[in-house]
């Protein structure tokens, strides 16, 4: 039962992770939209005062590349309902330098980076201090190897679930 919990807290977690990656990719694709598109779709004027008064659309792709401006883009994004489409991705150094939401499912789905993902959701409040509390406990108790070996959820459900 606490393992199913866990499945899901984690795959939760992963989700979220890959969600906020496709939805906070901030301003400005090469196919993306210009600066008077992105006015006009988005009401959104330059120099944009929420992203350090950036004034073109590779202004604020900077700016929210930059370590600790990420919550600041996450919520301009989320306000303004930006979508993937219109807008540049960058990368999170903090998640292995993780460009899509794929690519940052991809990176968490392994053992090894399972840590610094718990961090990331402890960092920008993506999961509950309980939730955080359980995937900290569960990464420390399968260490280097929890029943049967396993070292992923995945893995310890399968070993749990083998009669």
């Known amino acids: 039962m606490k393992l199913n919990k866990l499945t899901i807290l984690l795959g939760t977690l992963i989700l979220l992770l890959s969600g906020i990656y496709m939805r906070t990719k ?46 600041s883009c996450m919520e301009f ?28 499912r991809n990176f968490c789905n392994r053992p090894e980076n399972i840590t610094p993902c718990i961090d990331f959701a402890d960092k920008y409040d993506l999961l509950s201090t309980s939730n955080i509390e359980i995937a900290r406990k569960f990464t420390a108790a399968v260490g280097d190897g929890g029943p049967g070996g396993c070292r992923t959820l995945e893995q310890c459900e399968r070993y749990c679930d083998d009669s």
């Not at 196919?31 to 004034?55: A, D």
């Open 26 to 71: 901030v301003l400005a694709a090469s196919q993306g939209l210009s600066e008077e598109e992105i006015t006009k779709q988005y009401g959104i004027t330059f120099p944009v005062g929420e992203l350090g008064n950036c004034t073109t659309i590779a202004e604020c792709g900077s700016y929210c590349r930059k370590d600790g401006n990420l919550p």
């Open 77 to 104: 994004v989320k306000k303004h309902s930006i979508v993937k489409e219109d807008v540049l991705s960058f990368s999170i150094s903090e998640l292995g330098g993780c460009q899509m939401g794929t690519d940052c």
